[in-house]
């Protein structure tokens, strides 16, 4: 009678195998989880837009008539005057920011994080009006971006100007909002949108001419502010830009040039240990042209193999990088055995003609590798078997059992 442990295992790696195949199946890795969560940061910002839409228009008009916004420090802002802007703002970057993520920018996913958590600062206030699901809506929205963080891992010059070149605007667009309602607090007064954008661009900048100067407390208070946010702006926004530039260029001139792999009629290896290492050595050595999948990039002082993927081997998009559906064989020779299935699956899937072999460390979980119908089966730990009882009772060592023993048919 099979063990209740034993049956367990096999609906585990059975479920995750339907669970891998299902996945590939429907494509997921191209568009789960950015594009859902891209949508729902989109839908968030545009709800955020309805629901303040023309605050700040009714804000701008209520300075234009003479009212006054702000009155003092201790007495603050004038909450019915400025209710919603914060919204509207917001609503308008995560449209944006929602853009970003189509492309799985974790620069788009950390102002996505930033701007759901400022939302939901701003509804739990005592000042918002927001419903309860509006709420409940931010706060899911802020627990799946939490959930899937790991999906966002993309840092590219375009995405990294596009948020650098956002953030610019954004601050000029507070300096001159700020300046304008505040015009009354600076001397001369400003008194119309073309010296606000004047006086926004020369105090970021740091230029300082001197011809508009803050008189009042909260003038003051906001031109500190600007400038805090000019510097810090500027300074992201350089290191998005330049840095990617001056990293690449460096790249180029330090690290010497390699060659483009022309991946035809090759083997695949994959897996990092010692197994794999020794195979794509001996495969090179006779002349064999070996393409090794590692889940992750090696530290600078390794020797990496000269054709290397980085990536997850189950994963299609990876094994047509390595241009599974050319080459001759493909070998799973990771130290995880449910991992080396789902590789063999996934490789007869995207190229049904390709030879397979499947290593397998732990000699109970042979029957079940060989579910997945892989063309040899590496059973390692029966030829240190094999190899003892031979020795301990002096028989011959047989060379024809010992390869029977260590490729087992699929």
Not at 334 to 356: C, H, Q, W, Y
């Amino acid at each position: 009678m099979t063990p209740p442990k034993r049956i367990s295992v096999s609906l585990t790696v059975w479920s995750q195998m339907m669970r891998s195949r299902a996945y590939r199946l429907l494509r997921m890795r191209a568009w789960f989880p950015h594009v859902p969560l891209a949508l729902i940061v989109g839908l968030a910002g545009l709800t955020q837009l309805l629901l303040t839409s023309g605050s700040l228009q009714r804000l701008i008009a209520r300075s234009a008539s003479g009212t006054s916004i702000v009155s003092n420090v201790a007495g603050g802002l004038d909450i019915p005057g400025i209710r919603g802007v914060p919204q509207e703002a917001i609503g308008a970057l995560l449209l944006i920011v929602g853009i970003g993520m189509l492309w799985r920018s974790r620069l788009a996913w950390v102002l996505a994080f930033l701007l759901t958590l400022a939302t939901v600062i701003l509804e739990l206030s005592p000042l918002s009006s927001a419903s309860r699901s509006l709420i409940f809506f931010s706060v899911l929205l802020l627990v799946l971006l939490l959930l899937f963080r790991r999906s966002f891992n993309r840092a590219s010059l375009a995405t990294g100007t596009l948020f650098a070149l956002t953030g610019v605007l954004v601050a000029l667009g507070y300096g001159v909002l700020g300046s304008y309602i505040l015009g009354a607090g600076f001397n001369p007064r400003i008194r119309n949108v073309v010296d606000a954008i004047y006086f926004a661009v020369v105090t970021m900048s740091t230029v300082g001419f001197g011809d508009i100067t803050p008189r009042t407390p909260e003038a003051r208070l906001f031109t500190v502010s600007l400038i805090v946010l000019g510097l810090a702006v500027f300074a992201t926004s350089l290191t998005a830009i330049v840095g990617p530039l001056i990293d690449s260029r460096m790249a180029k001139f330090l690290q010497p040039k390699r060659k483009k792999m022309k991946r035809a009629s090759h083997i695949i290896v994959i897996g990092d240990g010692p197994l794999a290492r020794s195979a794509i050595k001996a495969l090179t050595a006779r002349g064999l042209q070996a393409t090794a999948i590692w889940p992750a990039r090696p530290p600078e002082d390794a020797d990496p193999p000269e054709d290397l993927v980085v990536g997850d081997a189950s994963d299609s998009e990876v094994l047509h990088h390595a241009n599974v559906e050319q080459a001759r064989a493909l070998l799973a020779l990771s130290e995880d055995d449910s991992f080396n299935a789902f590789v063999i699956l996934a490789a007869k899937e995207m190229s049904p003609g390709v030879r397979t072999v499947a290593a397998v460390s732990n000699v109970g979980n042979t029957n079940r590798v060989t579910r997945v119908h892989p063309d040899v089966v590496l059973a390692l730990p029966l030829v240190g078997g094999e190899l003892l009882a031979m020795a301990l009772s002096g028989e011959e060592v047989k060379a024809d059992e010992l390869v029977n023993q260590l490729l087992k048919l699929g």
